[in-house]
């Protein structure tokens, strides 16, 4: 396992590295002036022309050199999403399929872009390469620090109060380190607690665990725990740099509010719970089934489904800056989610509609890449659906009492006093497609109801939450330029709904705790919803057919 770990990393190393050079190298046709025809020629001399001046104060200066840098963070976030698949398809699908695809992949790459390789100046491109990163550096730095503040309170990797989910995912982390690949557990391994059950496959969404599986095979439990944490880091520290290069205003001050605006984001579930007094637990339970999380408690609670989510849609907000080279390779990327979060693939997929107007000749046509996606859809497609699908999804009316009153109460609390910022708007915010889809999902979103926990409206939730906090950001920042009258009400407003993530921060504060110990099994956790999702059927196809035997 250690070998095929090793030269899986260094060719996905090689391969981004290609691919950051070609990407260049399709923005800034100027440093290959010499080597294209005479119409590139003059494409290049107009963007030497549209050279901006030198003057810090510049804004037009400060928003040409983000053209790179975005395609840096999308490459960035590709890869982060594309890895642990291929670490899947390495330790769990036979060896002819794993060469097959990565073949057909690399092959495809390599077609369609070929003729951009060959005419590389690798010495020029990697000098503007250093140039263009200069700007941004000291973002990418301190969005980096305030991340590793946020995530020390998280409990990712045993670092932080470890609440009820820490505990089940340290338990699958602990198998793929432990066990070998697929994960099978043997009729008789969960004994008599759990009645008759036969010979059990663990058919779960874990790619966010693969890359530190790997590391703990090599260096043990404890080096898998902090692989885990500086993994989800670098998600963090990716997503908010996206989130940053999408709000265009510059200066050091927008990159703390950014950083403000997504970690304190939330609904005003704390100040309802404490006027009505529905429960004593922390006050995002308030409404139990209907749950609506705040960007803290979905990072500490679940960060496998809101970290790649974070990415993809800080890649849909700027995909109108991405290279068409990167543009090809998205759709790979939303495929790779199903082995993330398949429920927070639901979420997103309108927000891929919104954009297909502007890129479905790409994805639509036929392509080595597409070609590559497809195939991926299939069999990730195969794995998941291996699932025992033990919880059932009803409709929330039929099983809950004066269900429509709750509804009211809940988005009224959740979304809809916050959105009223949005009043004083810039009209540009609200005539945003994004913005109209999100809001729509977040009405629709409580109708339904899965499992013991409501993993549908949590899940799917995260995306439309997550836009709508990067509106909401935005919106306070146009206020506080053009009519600073009007902040007062708006910052109160978010400071209440500040209050509910501030409260989970305060919790974890409380009973912080660092420790690496050994989790306990998944058939420790006895027969219950938690142990039953994550159960698959052998003798499925993917099984059967696909998985390395």
């Known amino acids: 396992m250690n070998q095929p770990a090793g030269l899986i990393a260094m060719a996905i190393r090689m391969g981004m590295l290609c691919l950051l050079i070609l990407i260049y190298m399709k923005t800034f046709p100027l440093l290959n002036a010499e080597r294209t025809d005479v119409l590139s020629f003059v494409k290049a001399i107009e963007l030497k022309n549209l050279k901006p001046e030198r003057s810090p104060k510049s804004q037009s200066q400060y928003l040409f050199q983000r053209l790179l840098v975005v395609d840096l963070l999308v490459l960035a976030s590709f890869g982060y999403l594309i890895f642990p698949v291929i670490i899947f398809l390495s330790g769990f699908v036979r060896v002819e399929v794993l060469v097959v695809f990565v073949g057909l992949l690399g092959y495809g790459l390599y077609r369609e872009n070929r003729k ?33 503040i946020w995530l020390l309170f998280s409990s990712i990797g045993g670092i932080g109060y470890r609440n009820f989910d820490s505990g089940i995912r340290s ?14 557990f043997e009729k008789g391994y969960f004994g008599n607690e759990f009645g008759s059950i036969s010979e059990k496959a663990y058919v779960y969404y874990f790619a966010y665990y693969l890359p530190a599986a790997v590391v703990g095979k ?36 927008i990159t703390l509010i950014v950083f403000t605006g997504i970690c304190l984001f939330g609904g005003m579930d704390y100040v309802f719970n404490r006027l009505l007094g529905f429960t004593s637990d922390r006050s995002e339970m308030w409404l139990s089934p209907l749950h609506y999380f705040s960007h803290t408690r979905n990072l500490f609670w679940a960060p496998q489904h809101c970290l790649p989510t974070w990415l993809i ?22 495929v790779s989610m199903l082995l993330w979060s398949p429920l927070c693939l639901i979420g997103i997929a309108p927000f891929i509609l919104i954009i297909l107007k502007h890129h479905w000749k790409e994805w639509m046509q036929w392509s080595w890449a597409n070609t590559a996606a497809c195939l991926l859809f299939i069999l990730l497609t195969s794995f998941i659906v291996s699932n025992d699908f033990s919880f059932g999804m009803f409709f929330a009316p039929n099983i809950m009492q004066d269900y429509w009153v709750q509804y ?44 013991r ?87 499925s196809f993917f099984f059967r057919y696909l998985a390395r035997q």
Not at 171 to 184: C, G, N, Q
């Open 116 to 148: 951009c390789i060959f005419s590389i100046n690798f010495k020029l491109a990697i000098k503007e390469l250093v140039v263009q990163s200069r700007i941004w550096r000291g973002h990418w730095a301190l969005l980096g620090f305030m991340a590793l």
């Open 171 to 184: 338990s699958l982390l602990w198998h793929l380190v432990a066990d070998s690949w697929p994960l099978y």
């Open 218 to 253: 090599i260096l043990g439990w404890k080096a898998a725990n902090l692989a885990l944490f500086a993994y989800s880091w670098l998600g963090v520290s990716l997503a908010l740099m996206l989130v940053r290069v999408y709000v265009r205003q510059r200066g050091y001050t």
């Open 313 to 334: 849609i800080g890649v849909i907000l700027n995909h109108r800056q991405i290279s068409p080279v990167l543009i090809r390779i998205f759709p790979l990327a939303c």
């Open 408 to 451: 009211c109460v809940f988005v009224t609390a959740e979304f809809l006093i916050l959105s009223s910022i949005f009043v004083f708007s810039n009209p540009k915010i609200l005539k945003d497609d994004i913005l109209i889809i999100a809001l729509m999902l977040l009405f629709v979103i409580p109708v339904l109801i899965l499992g």
């Open 453 to 539: 926990w409501n993993d549908w409206s949590i899940k799917l939730s995260i995306p439309p939450l997550f836009v709508l906090s990067i509106f909401v950001i935005k919106q306070i920042m146009w206020l506080f330029e053009s009519k600073k009258k009007h902040m007062v009400i708006p910052l109160f407003i978010f400071a209440a709904c500040a209050l509910t993530p501030l409260e989970e921060l305060t919790y974890s504060a409380k009973n912080y705790r660092i420790s690496f110990e050994k989790p306990p099994k998944i058939r420790d956790f006895g027969p219950n919803y938690i142990v039953w999702q994550q159960l698959g059927d052998r003798g």
